[in-house]
DNA sequence: TATTGTGAAGCCTTTCACAGCA
DNA sequence: TGCTGTGAAAGGCTTCACAATA
């Protein structure tokens, strides 16, 4: 814990896009990073990379830039994910079915080990028409222990607006760590549980306003 | 066009945030709001608040706190959604087939008016299967009349990452005036169309660091 | 030579603290 | 009285510019 200085949040944000890049970069088969390229790529200032990364080793050489493999790997150091995380997805309707799908997870360590719904049979009707059931879904009466039993330590709620809260706190109350709460409406949780809630509109909104003035 | 003086990013972002934290009030039948309750809901110091709100006008009452529907409003109109925005949506897959049936979008004015895809035989059978077709899905081949015909103004790309530069350089020479990129693979457009890469697991890379650290 | 790593400067953002006002 | 609106102070982040070095 607390394993670094004080590291400014934006740093860590752009770290996460950072990563993208360089997953990227090596998909295009490249060696080599200069942090002008990185910068390029995520719209930054050199120097602003270069700074990011400072915080935390020297993972450059001179004269030649950043090892993308190498980077990649401190990266994922940084941030905490060289090591699996397991995940439970709450709410099985279009989006919570989409993110079981979702294959860029398991690239980067996230797995979704368990999924739960009000109505088990009803969603894993669609999800197998679909294209076969990933993860058996469970009802969501049998959260605590499947937490539990499965070591699951990140929730994600993809349920309706309504129901988020009352989801946040049973998540709670199973003991996960962190919560992401992709519904519309924003939860609240104690001290003690990381939370993040991911606004869909959010980017749009942005969008529309960098468009609009 | 540059209706406002400079605004700091980090208020656009956060005005985003208060507009849910609004919307969730108003669906609670809140009237009145003070800068402290919106501070504790979305997580920021109330004189942040007032500032963000000031930077466009007087919003509040003095003694009293702002009213909801009103300030909705205007974070509305400042933020430029306070009309219909028509979108395409490229990439017909989980997440964008969910992305078409997202009941929020079009609670805050983003209106899907055309779904492409490279194989929308395909595709129009899971989502009918599904729960009826919300728009037809075309084959992206029309993509440039019909971004023209519909008068589209946004692409959301939700293709798989080798294919998202191709779809922006279509996007960009259909003339949309903005492009939001779901896809994991970060794309680069002309400077005059605004741009907007969105990484899902960002917000996870975001809560593990916090995790971990 | 090319590019990193970094002190220092400058800029921007947040927070404080209180005047202003319903 | 209670909460907004805001100048000024504090704090934090970004950028510059260049020394260090592969």
């Not at 995940?87 to 989006?95: Q, R, T």
């Not at 994600?156 to 129901?163: A, K, M, R, S, V």
């Amino acid at each position: 814990m607390a394993k670094y200085p004080k590291i400014p949040e934006a740093t860590i944000r752009r770290l996460s896009n950072y990563l993208k890049a360089l997953l990227d970069l090596e998909s295009k088969q490249e060696k080599v990073a200069s942090s002008a390229l990185i910068a390029t790529i995520c719209n930054v200032n050199a120097a602003q990379v270069r700074k990011d990364f400072a915080y935390f080793g020297e993972f450059g050489i001179r004269g030649m830039g950043y090892n993308v493999k190498e980077l990649k790997f401190h990266i994922k150091e940084i941030l905490g994910i060289n090591r699996i995380w397991r995940i439970a997805v709450v709410g099985i309707g279009n989006l919570g079915s989409s993110l079981l799908m979702y294959k860029d997870f398991l690239k980067q360590n996230y797995k979704i080990v368990a999924a739960f719904d009000i109505d088990p049979v009803k969603v894993i009707g669609h999800i197998s028409e679909q294209m076969g059931k990933p993860v058996e879904i469970l009802h969501i009466d049998n959260l605590k222990e499947v937490v539990k039993a499965r070591n699951i330590e990140i929730g994600i709620i993809t349920t309706p607006p309504q129901e988020a809260q009352k989801v946040a706190n049973l998540l709670v109350d199973a003991n996960v760590k962190g919560i992401l709460n992709f519904s519309p409406s924003p939860v609240r949780v104690a001290e003690h549980v990381k939370l993040r809630n991911v606004f869909f509109t959010a980017a749009l909104d942005h969008l529309v306003y960098y468009m609009s003035n």
